[in-house]
């Protein structure tokens, strides 16, 4: 009789993708979750007799592919399914087509499979059959996955969701700034997987390195090490100088996608530039492509505490100038990161859910550039002794900051110990909503609240040891009622900031009652000082300086205008637009200082983006972009960048000129949508003078058939 061969096989792609929620990515080819079941059709030249052909199938992935690591697996056509191991579900025979239900493990290791069968015979008679290859993806529907999330709506936003926002600024004016997350265009998958075989640990151990990417965790430490490209060929290359000439500003990126392209097209060189908030949209990209529920969280005022002792010292002068420092111990302005969804199997029970990675280089784990994954839960209970970097996360959002008077070569008296500016408006993109979540709750409970201090003190002693000598920060706990202040000094802005005008403000004065001073007037010497800030923290030569002397008696106010000219500030800040102006009042009876700041982030021209029909597939849709100089300068070598997954195959670039002050640009750009559903459309404008004019626009793709 003659022998059993395979014709042909039909893998099911559309439709197991579609089961499989990857249908975002294609149906050409099968890309798969991890612990559910797919189907596939076989077809014979005869019949498939059972008692006489056996069939086996084996599937493998990685370098060296062993079952012992988990790397290869092999199973029979039998209905004996069991859910911890590789398995033939189901079987039917129809003619000489058999139709197939496999089942994968939600243990297997993610990666590029191949799938084969053996054919065997009872003479002896053994033929082998490729069936073609795959891709398995982390998958959080499946109970039984690591990365399990029991929730439709969130796994849309936090899984499926290609765009959303990513939250910038200053914690009184937070912008929120669009960005295309592009997991599922076409060759994004492949890139993401290319990341993790240039990793360190692959180049190591290929084999050993895949048998673990079953294990979440490991991944995305992996994934946290590669976006950045301190110690490897990793995706971006870091740059807060504020020369970005031999790159691109990372204020000039609108989305994930080109950067992982370049990234791919150059061979695994690292993307010139990235900041915070670059690494870490770049990172949700992939690990919403890996099937790992992520977001991506901001953390305003966000302490980088180098050396572990939860405070943060910033000095000024008498002169109210900000000074520069060796120390590496800054606060950030803001800091962005990730979180991602999953089970921690390797930390007692509780810590499961949300957990922080950092792919933005700061200091080194276990010997590589990443960050986490640190249980946010652990953050917020003070538990900085388990696994990954929970002590240096913790510190990012709870640090105390001390600001110091610096004269004559040394710190001379403390302007201010505050327990609660670190770690301010920590938030991320509203569940369904365009909205900012506030989710500083998630980290720690109110500040000053007995809680609040109970696990500050509980993560202080962990961090630093009973034996070690008593940092500044522990001699100043519980001593905080320092001397009454003589008066209330505040700065208010008289007129929202925008950049290219002249900033208004007030220095508002008000005496306080207090013992120590007597009862005819308080005699002030303020001295007024503004300086660009950097995002890290630091800050440029003073750009303003002013000098004020006010006589305040009991109960009286005073408000005191301040003009900070357009021209002070011109070519003397950094892309980011952010001032600090700082004032340093001495009373003049006691020679006591007190400190009042004020930090500003200045607003850009707004963009207008109009879509005038209704988007429909694979039909034109006409948008219309303006922008209206509202500056007291032209702005020049305009550039026009749009993007978005679903809308547009890669960017649109256009050259604009320059924009006199006064004038608008219109421009008029066609779109041939090839997605359907709610998609974004990213624009940006960039000039000399403001690299981020950012606007965005919500577009739902109808289907071809709809009216």
Known sequence: MAALELRSVDLHSARNNKGHHTQEMGGERLILRRGQLFSLRLSFNQPFQPHRDHITFVAETGPEPSELLGTRATFFLTQAQRRDVWSVSDFSADSTSLHVSLFTPASAVIGHYTLRIEIAQHQGHRMTYP?????????????????????????????????????????????????????????????????????????????????????????????????????????????????????????????????????????????????????ASVMCTVMRCLGVPTRVVSNFRSAHNMDGNLTVDTYYDRNAEMLPTQKQDKVWNFHVWNECWMIRKDLPPGYNGWQVLDPTPQQASSGLFCCGPASVKAVREGDVHLAYDTSFVFAEVNADEVVWLFEDGEAQEILAHDTSSIGKEISTKMVGSEQRQDITYSYKYPEGSPEERSVFMKASWRMLGQGRVPSPLLDLLGSRASRARPAQLQLHLARAPVWGQDLLLTLHVRRLRDGAHSGGPLRLEVRLCAQALLHGGGAREPLWKQTVHLDLDFGKEIHWPLLLPYNSYRNKLTDEKLVRLSGIAKVEETGWSMLVLKDLSLEPPHLSIQVSETAQLGKALRVHISLTNTLMVALSKCTMVLEGSGLINGQIAEDLGTLMSGDTVHVQVDLYPSKAGPRQLQVLISSSEVKEIKGYKDIFVATAAAS
């Open 131 to 279: 069936l073609g290859t795959f891709i398995l993806l982390f998958n959080p529907w499946s109970t039984e996955d690591d990365v399990y999330l029991p929730s439709e709506i969130l796994l849309q936003e936090y899984l499926m969701q290609d765009y959303g926002f990513v939250y910038k600024g200053h914690e009184r004016l937070i912008n929120s700034w669009p960005w295309n997350y592009g997991q599922f265009e076409k060759d994004i998958v492949d890139i993401c997987f290319e990341i993790l075989n240039k990793s360190l640990y692959f180049f190591r151990n290929p084999a050993k390195d895949c048998s673990q990417r079953n294990d979440v965790v490991y991944v995305c430490r992996v994934v946290s090490a590669m976006i950045n490209s301190n110690d490897d060929s990793g995706v971006l290359q870091g740059n807060w100088s504020e020369d970005y000439s031999r790159g691109t500003s990372p204020l000039e990126w609108n989305g994930s996608v080109a950067i992982l392209r370049q990234w791919s097209a150059q061979g695994g060189k690292p993307v010139k530039y990235g900041q915070c908030w670059v690494f």
